[in-house]
């Protein structure tokens, strides 16, 4: 069973940056394309980054050039590099991984940007 666990969420100032991480256990991790969704309170879940195994990425409009994800298939982990975090992406995110065949979400991590 593949769980994927994120990590790295908090409490930050507007301006500020944060790295999430997600680590998944599991052979099918290098194989697998890697996301990042978030949902905030009363709104529904939205793509947030994709990475592919080729390592080709994508973002939604609202993050372009402030987030930046990646991943490290020696380690099972992808990350999301978050910087000038602004109030509206306060929001619980998640990590989605996905096969052809196979989907999986961790649970979450909370992050709040306010001063």
């Known amino acids: 069973q593949v769980q994927p666990v994120e990590s790295g969420g908090g409490l930050v100032q507007p301006g500020g940056s944060l790295r999430l991480s997600c680590a998944a256990s599991g052979s099918i991790f290098s194989i697998a394309t890697m996301g990042w969704y978030r949902q905030a309170p009363g709104k529904e879940r939205e793509l947030v980054a994709q990475i592919t195994n080729g390592g080709n990425t994508n973002y939604a409009e609202s993050v372009k050039g402030r987030f930046t994800i990646s991943r490290d298939n020696a380690k099972n982990t992808v990350y999301l590099q978050m910087n000038s975090l602004k109030p509206e992406d306060t929001a619980v995110y998640y990590c989605?991984?996905?096969?052809?065949?196979?989907?999986?979400w961790g649970k979450g991590t909370l992050v709040t940007v306010s001063s």
């Open positions: 989605n991984l996905f096969t052809l065949s196979e989907d999986y």
